[in-house]
């Protein structure tokens, strides 16, 4: 069965970079099947696709984000890591770390989320 | 950015109800639709992909219809585990996209 699990810090200063790690246990983020992504959800609100990374290290990026978005994959670690820089307020949400297919494209598993409140 | 719409944005229905959740995308996006249900405090979870296939595990009184920019998720007979927030999703184009949720409360 496949598990994902995000960590990070709970809370980040305003003007300072999100950090983020999703760690995959019972399957591999070297597989070329899926994509591996990441999502947020403001408390209250709606979800926000932020991007995704393939095994082979190509990323796709929201536009809204895109100058402050880095996605990276560790093979080794079997982890796949988000970085936002230069957050405010409005960054603060639950973060989750989802498996899209490739073929077809669905997110089939998410990780249980992670609350990062963006505050001083 | 392609744009999902929702509605209704919230509805209370009984038990063994029949229930219909529409989501309309600002321009066609084929069948590449996903329906997740949401439930307070916890992640989404994948109910129907490519507009009308259920996923497996998934109870068949969920079902998923539509194409091109119209779609619907109809719960044939509503049970209390059916509570939630429901979203729909367009995988056609990027970014990719989410309508804003239908909260369904059970009466």
């Known amino acids: 069965q496949l598990q994902l699990q995000e960590s990070g810090p709970g809370l980040v200063q305003p003007s300072e970079t999100l950090s983020l790690t999703c760690t995959v246990s019972g399957g591999s983020v070297s597989s070329a099947s899926y994509y591996w992504t990441w999502i947020r959800q403001p408390p209250g609100k709606g979800l926000e696709w932020i991007g995704h990374i393939y095994y082979s290290g190509s990323t796709k990026y929201n536009p809204s984000l895109k100058s402050r978005v880095t996605i990276s994959v560790d093979t080794s670690k079997n982890q796949f890591s988000l970085k936002l820089s230069s957050v405010t307020a409005a960054d603060t949400a639950v973060y989750y770390c989802?498996?899209?297919?490739?073929?077809?494209?669905?997110?089939?598993?998410w990780g249980q989320g992670i609350l990062v409140a963006v505050s001083s | 950015a392609i744009q999902m719409t929702q509605s209704p944005s919230s509805l209370s229905a009984s038990v063994g109800d029949r229930v219909t959740i529409t989501c309309r995308a600002s321009q066609g996006i084929r069948n590449d639709l996903g329906w997740y249900q949401q439930k307070p405090g916890k992640a989404p979870k994948v109910l129907i992909y490519?507009?009308?296939s259920l996923q497996s595990g998934v109870p068949s009184r969920f079902s998923g219809s539509g194409s091109g920019t119209d779609f619907t998720l109809t719960i044939s007979s509503l049970q209390p585990e059916d509570f939630g927030t429901y979203y729909c999703?367009?995988?056609?184009?990027?970014?990719?996209?989410f309508g804003g949720g239908t909260k369904v409360e059970i009466k």
């Open positions: 999703q367009q995988d056609y184009d990027y970014p990719l996209t």
């Open positions: 989802a498996r899209r297919v490739t073929r077809p494209e669905f997110f089939d598993y």
């Open positions: 490519v507009a009308s």
